[in-house]
């Protein structure tokens, strides 16, 4: 099977006050039609900026994509012109945030807003795109689609917000969904039901999803690829049953160990990653986890290491693993 | 240092407009070296002297040198609009402040003054006051610096509010902290960068009051230079014959106005927490 | 053995809309009647989605907001209702960490100040000898004494949870309630950040009310587990039952919902539908019964009182 999303060598940066920024720095990946490939990573590593790179959406100025490929099925996105990318945009990509408030217009409501992107694609009448609205509202499980397509954002919860912004995405059946931490700011019990809906939305309309998260308990129960992103970089990267078994970055390691798990011993410390992630704009020489790994040995703080097939699907960018 | 370069180099309209204030600052703070002349002294045999070698811009039907007057006349207009922001701005922050922190019946009682006062149009204003206390510099001051006081505490009050629902100062009940304490420690340098801002922003509009009181004939009475009266007294009958007599002190006004207003924008996008990367 | 927190029907209503002339239309009943104890170096995890009440029970306990009704019992002083001038006093054994780093702190303090100024509001000690104390605060959460000349925003999201702590701290408090402490902060951070409190209720004898909606992490810190919903609790017992044997279709909901980071777990997709009501318009009867699979006619009518189901484990249900 091919890639539908091909991503080389991707790299952007930001003009900041304080210098350069290097937000992703060459990072590489492909998801298959149908796939959820997960991009893990806690704030800073550049997991929503390699998001917002893949839809060109990043503020230029101060940001920049200075280079790599993104290819939707062999076309290349960073090579469009704003015409050509905006055409892309909803019809064959699209994405879905985690605040739903600031994502979705106030003063519209919800089925306007969702038609409008459909007669934007599509060119077919008003008519036809509202009632694909409400059906679309009424597959992501809005009860009374119909009135609800007539409400403006401010009177629905924060989980129906967020699949109504679901429905947004998806109503022209992109070819790629980029979810961007998006229950991270849901209630527990709602954030199980937006993620049954992505996965069953997912299975039913053959899209690849690419989940951006921090919440290794949601990419253990969705994704079947992940990879681990530190300071802009990719260091770790596998199918996700390998990577929870057999975790190789010592970064993955720590975090995993990190994390309180169910019925752990009484009065046990969690296991810390001692310091904090280095600022972008000053990263370490060598292996920018290298000032905070257990692991670490004299080449690490000199040179980088390259990502490495460590295992049959499971690479790491690390001397000592 | 580095930071003042920074932001120079981002804003440079921001940078162009304090160029100009400082430009207007330092004439009228030197305005008795600079001048040529003395600004009030009259001589009928130079009255509508074209400008010369002598008189640099003219003089005035009065036979006093149009440059002088310009010059000092800057400096009434500097006295007028600084007197009157540090008034307004001061006693409406002062309101603001224990008005949005104290809350309660004090508060409403004050927002609805507040409201009548801005209800008022600022000439009515300044014509009864002119009027009841005479004319003069500081009366000019005093009614100049009234309108600004309801503006200021408002946007103070609003600052207040969501100030005081902020975690820290939460924190400080919790310790006990009294909140004259909280007000004076926590509440309100919170709110001098916004105060700041505003009073950068009304400088242009206290000047432009100034000059149009002024041209009214109820603001600085004879026989100070203001620029506003000096574009009353030429105006009408002297544009076609002696046109330098309108044009600088029209010019002055708007480009010291428009220097206030590029560098309080600036300010006010650099000292915005949003704006940030 | 007497308690150190004990709070009984604690009560909290807010006004909701309100009318033309400020008459009051309808209201918020965010605590409805909350009873729970803490002993002397225990944790009591408060577990609830958004808008059940815990955070407002939590600033209640501080009297940060007033109480409608109900008692608040502290090491045996009845704290409800009494004057901020005798309640001086006893803040000092009563302390409080937020969910947010950014707006917890003073930008226009130094951190060494922050941690300080609860010294300098009741007058202990004077400057020399605070600066000692301040040092040895900042020592004792991880940082060091250089970076009490710093101001906030040159601290990390969790470096500053630390000068949270240490300002709570300060004056040797007896009870803290951390509200979602680590709910903003990165994974890696966060547990550096449970480590220090645990730590801390072990040198000190703290006891915490620990409010949080990660139940990873609440049945790792805490020894009782209250579930809130709505402004009730609905199930109430120590930590290893609750986890064992929840018996509250609500708590049931709550631990199914919750990814588990192990891919071999598949979890039951069927759980609860439907969305957290809002506070103002409570459904009758159980709050929880729009949402419950197993709900009678009787959980329309009647409101189910909390009660002891087997021994030390409350819950409120018609149905258990």
């Keep these: 099977m091919l890639p539908v999303l091909e991503v080389s060598g991707l790299t952007t940066v930001f003009q900041t006050r304080s210098g350069l920024v290097r937000a992703v720095q060459d990072v590489s990946f492909s998801v298959n039609p149908g796939e959820t490939l997960a991009i893990v990573g806690e704030s800073g590593c550049g997991k929503t900026m390699t998001a917002l790179s893949l839809m060109r959406l990043i503020p230029s100025p101060p940001g920049r994509i200075t280079g790599g490929t993104v290819k939707l099925d062999g076309i290349d996105l960073l090579a469009l012109d704003d015409a050509g990318m905006r055409r892309m945009r909803g019809s064959q990509i699209a994405m879905i945030f985690q605040e739903p408030m600031t994502a979705l217009n106030p003063l519209f409501t919800v089925g306007r807003q969702i038609a409008e992107m459909i007669s934007l694609h599509e060119g077919i009448s008003r008519r036809s795109a509202n009632s694909r609205a409400v059906e679309m509202l009424q597959h992501v499980r809005i009860p009374a689609p119909e009135r609800r397509a007539r409400e403006y954002p401010h009177q629905m919860s924060g989980g129906m917000r967020q699949r109504a912004m679901i429905a947004m995405a998806l109503a022209c059946k992109p070819k790629v969904l980029i979810a961007d931490e998006p229950t991270t700011a849901l209630d527990v019990t709602i954030q199980a039901q937006v993620l049954d809906l992505i996965d069953d939305l997912r299975k039913e309309l053959g899209t690849a999803v690419v989940l951006i998260t921090h919440d290794l308990g949601v990419v253990a129960e969705v994704a079947d690829r992940m990879i681990v992103m530190y300071a802009g970089r990719k260091v770790e990267e596998g199918t996700t049953q390998n990577l929870f078994a057999a975790p190789s970055h010592p970064y993955l390691q720590g975090l995993m160990a990190s994390i309180p798990k169910f019925g752990a011993q009484e009065g046990a410390r969690l296991k810390e990653i001692p310091g904090i992630v280095p600022p972008l704009n000053n990263l370490p020489p060598g292996c920018a986890f290298a000032p905070r790994c257990p692991a670490a040995i004299g080449p690490c703080t000199e040179t980088r290491p390259p990502l490495e097939m460590k295992r049959q699907g499971h690479a790491a960018a690390c001397w000592v693993a | 240092m580095r930071e003042a370069l920074y932001y120079a180099r981002r804003y440079p309209l921001g940078v162009a407009g304090a160029l100009i204030l400082i430009a207007f600052v330092v004439t009228a703070v030197f305005a008795n070296v600079i001048a040529p002349y003395d600004p009030l002294t009259t001589n009928a045999r130079f009255s509508l002297a074209p400008p010369s070698r002598h008189f640099l811009i003219g003089a005035d039907m009065m036979g006093r040198d149009m440059l002088s007057r310009m010059i000092h006349g800057a400096r009434i207009s500097l006295a007028v609009a600084l007197g009157a922001t540090c008034i307004g701005s001061g006693l409406g922050a002062i309101l603001g402040l224990t008005s949005g922190y104290i809350g309660g019946w004090f508060d409403l009682i004050v927002q609805r003054i507040a409201e009548i006062m801005q209800a008022l149009p600022l000439l009515v204003m300044a014509l009864v006051i002119t009027a009841s206390l005479g004319p003069s510099l500081v009366n000019t001051i005093i009614a100049i610096a009234i309108p600004l006081i309801p503006n200021v505490a408002r946007v103070i009050r609003a600052n207040v509010l969501s100030l005081r629902e902020l975690n820290y100062v939460e924190a400080a009940r919790a310790v006990g902290m009294r909140g004259r304490r909280i007000a004076l420690v926590h509440v309100f340098p919170n709110t001098i960068a916004p105060l700041i801002v505003l009073a950068t922003a009304q400088l242009g509009s206290t000047i432009l009051t100034e000059a149009s009181l002024s041209f009214l004939g109820l603001g600085v009475p004879e026989p100070y230079p203001s620029w506003g009266r000096m574009l009353s007294d030429s105006a009408a009958e002297y544009l076609r014959s002696a046109p330098w007599l309108v044009i600088f002190p029209g010019v002055a006004i708007s480009l010291v106005v428009f220097g206030a207003n590029l560098f309080g924008d600036a300010l006010r996008d650099i000292l915005d927490p949003r704006q940030g990367d | ?320």
């Excluded at chain 3, 010294?119 to 940082?143: C, M, P, S, W, Y």
């Excluded at chain 3, 997709?269 to 949402?291: A, E, Y």
């Design chain 3, 1 to 320: 053995m007497t308690m150190l927190l004990d709070v009984k029907d604690l009560r909290k209503t807010f006004p909701g809309h309100t009318g033309l002339f400020g008459n009051v239309l309808d209201r918020v009943h965010a605590v409805d009647g909350i009873s729970f104890s803490i002993g002397e170096g225990r944790t009591l995890g408060l577990v609830g989605e958004s808008g059940c009440g815990k955070s407002t029970v939590g600033r209640a306990l501080l009297r940060l907001i007033e109480p409608s009704s109900g008692s608040i019992l502290f090491q045996g002083n009845d704290i409800t209702h009494l004057p901020e001038r005798e309640l001086r006093a006893l803040r000092r054994r009563m302390q409080i960490v937020f969910q947010d780093p950014y707006s917890s702190l003073n930008p226009r303090q130094r951190a060494g100040d922050i941690v300080a100024e609860p010294l300098k509001v009741h007058g202990i000690a004077a400057a020399a000898e605070r600066r000692v104390l301040t040092e040895a605060l900042f020592a004792r959460v991880g940082l060091t004494a250089r970076q009490m000349a710093l101001y906030p925003h040159q601290f990390s999201g969790g470096q500053r949870q630390r000068i949270s702590i240490a300002r709570a701290l300060s004056l040797g408090p007896r009870f803290i309630v951390a509200d979602e402490p680590v709910s903003a902060l990165d994974v890696s951070v966060q547990a550096q950040v449970i480590n220090l409190l645990m730590d801390l209720q072990v040198q000190d004898g703290l006891s915490y009310l620990f409010i949080s909606h990660n139940l990873a992490v609440v049945e790792h810190v805490s020894h009782d587990v209250a579930v809130m919903y709505l402004g009730r609790i609905v199930e109430y017992t120590d930590k290893a039952t609750i986890f064992a044997q929840p018996l509250h279709p609500y708590t049931k909901a709550l631990m199914a919902a919750v990814p588990v980071a192990d891919p071999a777990v598949r979890r039951d997709k069927k759980h609860v539908m439907g969305d957290v009501p809002s506070p103002i318009n409570r459904p009758p009867g159980c709050h929880f019964h729009p949402r419950c699979p197993i709900a009678r006619p009787q959980c329309l009518r009647d409101e189910p009182v909390l009660r002891e189901i087997q021994p030390g484990h409350r819950v409120a249900c018609h149905l258990v």
